[in-house]
């Protein structure tokens, strides 16, 4: 049987809910100098009954303004996807998120709308992504 705890690393903590071992209240700090800078976002991570042969399902449920996040909270990450390993640890995965806010790539977008404003107007889509954060991200 696997036993999980918190996870906690600078910027991120992960705490699985009592009754629920396998499901996880995360939390990600946006990263400085980002567009997500101060606010914090909160996802759910479930850890499926064939985890670790495969990958756990994380989303977001703090709204976000970003390509590589849908309406519905779901993250484009290869690690997620095609490029996962039962190798990865989950704070490998939550520390590839928190970066993935660092750095969104519009070239490889799951919000299509997103990342095409992202790819015209750069710096009306960061003002965007930063109003976000303050409206949804900050308590």
Known sequence: MITFSSIRVPGISAVPHEDNLRYFDVEIHGPAQSPYEGGIFKLELFLPDDYPMTPP????????????????????????????????????????????????????????????SWKEDEKAAIATAQEWTRQYAQS
């Open 57 to 116: 399902k994380i989303r977001f449920l703090t709204k976000i303004f970003h390509p590589n996040v849908d309406k519905l909270g779901r993250i484009c990450l290869d690690v997620l996807k095609n490029n996962w390993s039962p190798a990865l640890q989950i704070r490998t995965i939550l520390l590839s998120i928190q970066a993935l806010l660092g750095a969104p790539n519009p070239d490889d977008p799951l919000a299509a709308d997103v990342a095409k």
